[in-house]
């Protein structure tokens, strides 16, 4: 728990698309040790939702640029939390084998935006499931999947806290993420 953001850029991502850190301090002003929500508006496709829709909220979420890992370590962000099925751009991972069609769609996508097609903008060497791989040794973790109430918060500073199941040996497991203005 401690003071944090949550920066809401689903205005500015589509399918497949890359956001970066430009977008979220173009939104909210974030502090150092800060606590970081990114709302893209992908919880609209959960499972739970009535626009749910499988292979778009698992395949082709919005996923971090290249340097937001190291963003995140120069802020000291404490934890991330997002709305999406996970904190990685699916393209980013085994997905892209597993979806060869959808991996040419981000990919065209990323060469009109950025003039660079994947693997020469994310080395798997160093940009292969990065969240998790480059964040988690430095201690920045990350909460996905998060959805409900966040879908009326609007950008901002809040008291953010997340209570987490207790268990013994998980990987991963459920919590209760609260956000006060």
Known sequence: ???????????????????????IESVVDVQPGD?????????????????????????????PSPDFADWCIEKRIKWLGVDCVAMEHPMNTIQRNWHPRTFEEANRKLIDQYGKDWDEMYPLDRYYQDMH????????IHAENLGFELAGAESGRY??????????????CWARIVAFR
């Open 159 to 172: 008291f953010i806290g997340c209570f987490v199941q207790q268990g013994i040996e998980l990987t991963s």
């Open 1 to 23: 728990f401690g003071p944090g953001v949550i920066a809401d850029i689903s205005p500015m991502v589509s399918n497949s698309s890359v956001y970066t850190p430009a977008m």
């Open 35 to 63: 606590i970081l929500i990114v709302k893209t508006g992908w919880h609209a496709y959960g499972w739970n939702s009535p626009d749910a829709d499988e292979f778009r909220y698992m395949i082709k979420h919005p996923g």
């Open 133 to 140: 791989l480059n964040l988690f040794p430095k201690g920045i």
